[in-house]
């Protein structure tokens, strides 16, 4: 059975760091294609970055530039790290793998439990 446990949101005020861990159980991270998703209060869930399957890194353009993605498969982890955050990154912070035939981001992933980030003077 795979998890994925995400870690390290919290409180931040406007253009400070958080970085983010997403520890997986298995051997899910024999995978190439994996991801981090957010998702604001009353909004759909929306892709932050993520893997291809070419292992190269993909950003959306409301973090581009202040975000980086990182793996450490040795661990079994993945990482978000944010920079220079703002109110509008506010959201609960999902890591994903999509099962064997599925795309990132797909329902039918494997996704963890969230967690928060609140960025707020």
């Known amino acids: 059975q795979v998890q994925l446990v995400e870690s390290g949101g919290g409180l931040v005020q406007p253009g400070g760091s958080l970085r983010l861990s997403c520890a997986a159980s298995g051997s899910i991270f024999s995978t190439a294609v994996m991801g981090w998703y957010r998702q604001a209060p009353g909004e759909q869930r929306k892709l932050v970055a993520g893997?291809?399957?070419?292992?190269?890194?993909m950003y959306s353009d409301s973090v581009k530039g202040r975000s980086t993605i990182s793996r450490d498969n040795a661990k079994n982890t993945m990482y978000l790290q944010m920079n220079s955050l703002k109110p509008e990154d506010t959201a609960v912070y999902y890591c994903?793998?999509?099962?064997?035939?599925?795309?990132?981001?797909?329902?039918?992933?494997?996704w963890g439990q969230g967690t928060q980030v609140t960025v707020s003077s």
């Open positions: 994903t793998v999509p099962k064997k035939g599925y795309v990132l981001g797909s329902e039918e992933g494997y």
């Open positions: 893997f291809r399957s070419d292992r190269s890194t």
